[in-house]
């Protein structure tokens, strides 16, 4: 049986570093007007640091590791590389966000990050959350646990549902989805969106947040978060509270810091989410 590559997590940050450094850091609040571009409406930004950080990734990981290779939330939307690619055998793929938050990016926010998983066989073994500003580096391996800032992660202790406190990325929700939410979210202590997800985790990772509950799938938004949150003690289900895997793309996914919070989040939210989503076909 084929086994994946030994991986350098140490090497691989620190390429990570080096793409933050020349590409991303140098164009934070100097971006000019035509650095910026839409994708799918005009609240979906690109800009010249997301697409060049995912070449330099895309030119440096699989050099590294021959063999392996490398999909991007610029390249898949561009139309030059796959999803398809996530159901490839005994290869290990790269999977990068390289600006998570761009729209924060643009707009001098400092939630954006660089995001990278390692998947094989349809399992994610290695992850990596850098906060560019912050110069901090998340990674976690599966099995040997999350780690920021050199510092083991942790996520929150049980509590009731009044006093859970999370992310919901409210505009990503269909619209049916969105109305129950409003009525809903009192339920829940406290909650919001850092339009990153990668700073998300990092909360729900750290113990600093309860939950995320997400509405879109991609895998470069989720799958080095959703490897912190397990591997810092915490459950990921999607909202039908099947298990989540690195080639869904459908309606949507949680991420929990224990099964507590996932089972009373479960009864308040995703079941009806799921009805709801079930209705109209």
């Known amino acids: 049986m084929a086994q994946p590559p030994d991986i350098d997590i140490d090497k691989v940050s620190a390429t990570i570093v080096e793409a933050a450094d020349t590409l991303i850091l140098p164009r934070y609040r100097q971006l000019q007007q035509g650095d910026i571009s839409t994708k799918t409406g005009p609240n979906d930004l690109v800009t010249i640091a997301d697409r060049e950080a995912e070449i330099f990734l895309d030119g440096v990981l699989p050099k590294l590791y021959p063999g392996t290779v490398l999909i991007g939330e610029e390249s898949v939307s561009e139309g030059t590389k796959s999803l398809d690619t996530l159901n490839d055998r005994d290869r290990l793929i790269w999977v990068t966000d390289p600006v998570d938050g761009t729209h924060n990016f643009v707009h001098h926010k400092r939630e954006f990050a660089v995001m990278l998983a390692a998947v094989w066989n349809g399992e994610v073994l290695h992850g990596w959350i850098y906060d560019v500003l912050g110069k901090k580096m998340m990674t976690a391996s599966k099995g040997a646990g999350a780690w920021f800032g050199g510092e083991r992660m942790k996520t929150a202790p049980a509590k009731p549902l009044s006093e859970l406190s999370g992310h919901i990325g409210w505009k990503f929700y269909p619209e049916k989805i969105r109305a129950f939410l409003k009525e809903q979210s009192g339920k829940v202590g406290h909650a919001f969106s850092l339009n990153c997800a990668g700073h998300e985790y990092l909360l729900i990772a750290g113990g600093k947040a309860d939950f995320g509950i997400y509405s879109r799938a991609k895998p470069w938004d989720h799958l080095a978060g959703t490897l ?47 009805r709801i989503l079930k209705d109209q076909g």
Do not use: I
């Open 228 to 274: 912190a949150v397990q591997e810092a003690g915490g459950v990921v289900s999607l909202w039908t509270g099947e298990p989540y895997y690195p080639s869904f793309t459908g309606h949507g996914l949680m991420a929990c810091s224990c099964q507590e919070a996932a089972d009373e989040l479960q009864e308040a939210f995703l079941k009806q989410f799921v």
